[in-house]
């Protein structure tokens, strides 16, 4: 068994994990067939794990009681080693921890734990965040997994679409510089539909700020297709990168910065406010569909 990786699997579907980063980078349907992106150059990674910010702060920089600390975009955990917690043949557990390095960029004591299960056709994903210090900790998380798009190679992207649980009528947001831009962008949504395209990224990120649905689908007419669900997580991204054959469904706690926002970080908006020995909990669901959707 190594210590750099976890494989693990039901009859319908298996995935791996990799210590560094706790990041999924294969998730398989029973025949073999990997729904996710294989971290080409153009994006080299698969389902990095966002934490303790989502997105970017202004500069960069994170204030607190006066004090700055460099924490670069989406924060650390995903270039982190976590250590493994537990190890079954159907799901695995990770955990990170403060040490004097994260404490360096955020000054807060936590422990951030992300487990995996294979359940039938569906891996799950569950993110908690343990608040081990004295005081209040703010915090964000999300996820960044990136699907294969188009799923069968040859297939047109254009093929493809996104249809939501649940009407989608609000506008959406993006970012500029990595930082938001106001919820004044007119929405590409139908309804429930969303048609895919490259173009819909040319400006960077999607950003639904405030979703009725809690799940989405994503695939062609016909082929293989999967269903993406989340709890716990208030915001959703979608995001492409020219170049790139992948979709990426982003559900978050948080979002970045406004471009006007100064003042400790406690005060940021859409943060968790977790008190001393409390913990927060969210995770996603992926239902993968290798035949066509009835």
């Known amino acids: 068994m190594s210590n750099d990786w976890h494989c693990f699997g039901s ?3 298996s995935a791996c994990v990799k210590a ?41 920089m994170l204030v607190q009681r006066g004090q700055t600390y460099r924490l670069t975009q989406h924060g650390f955990a995903r270039d982190r080693r976590f250590d493994w917690a537990e190890r079954s043949a159907t799901g695995c557990r990770l955990v990170l921890t403060d040490d004097s390095e994260t404490r360096a960029m955020y000054p807060f004591g936590f422990r951030f734990e992300l487990g995996f299960v294979a359940d039938g056709a569906t891996l799950r994903v569950d993110y908690t ?21 188009p799923l069968v190679p040859g297939t047109p992207k254009e093929a493809y679409a996104l249809t939501f649980e649940a009407e989608e009528t ?26 895919l395209a ?10 639904l700020p405030d979703p009725a ?32 054959d992948f979709l990426c ?28 020995g409390e913990s927060r909990s969210a995770g996603y669901r992926v239902t993968l569909e290798p035949r066509p959707h009835d």
């Open 11 to 13: 009859n319908d579907v």
């Open 20 to 60: 560094d980063g706790a990041e999924l980078y294969t998730l398989r349907d029973g025949s073999g067939m990997d729904y996710l992106w294989p971290a080409e150059p153009v994006w080299p990674r698969h389902a990095p794990v966002l934490f303790p910010i989502v997105g970017r702060l202004r500069d960069d």
């Open 129 to 149: 965040v343990i608040n081990t210090g004295d005081e209040v900790l703010p915090v964000s998380t999300g996820a960044h997994p990136a699907f294969r798009w």
């Open 170 to 195: 609000g506008q959406l947001r993006g970012v500029v510089g990595g930082l938001l831009t106001p919820a004044d962008r007119p929405s590409p949504i139908a309804g429930r539909h969303l048609a």
């Open 198 to 207: 490259e173009d819909l990224f040319a400006a960077d990120a999607l950003i």
């Open 213 to 244: 649905s809690r799940s989405v689908r994503y695939g062609a007419a016909d082929g293989p297709a999967l269903t993406f669900a989340w709890e716990g997580f208030p915001q959703l991204g979608l995001w492409s990168r020219a170049g790139g």
């Open 249 to 276: 469904i982003e559900p978050w706690h948080g979002m970045a910065s406004p471009p006007d926002f100064e003042g400790d970080f406690v005060q940021k908006p859409w943060l968790m406010l977790i008190p001393p």
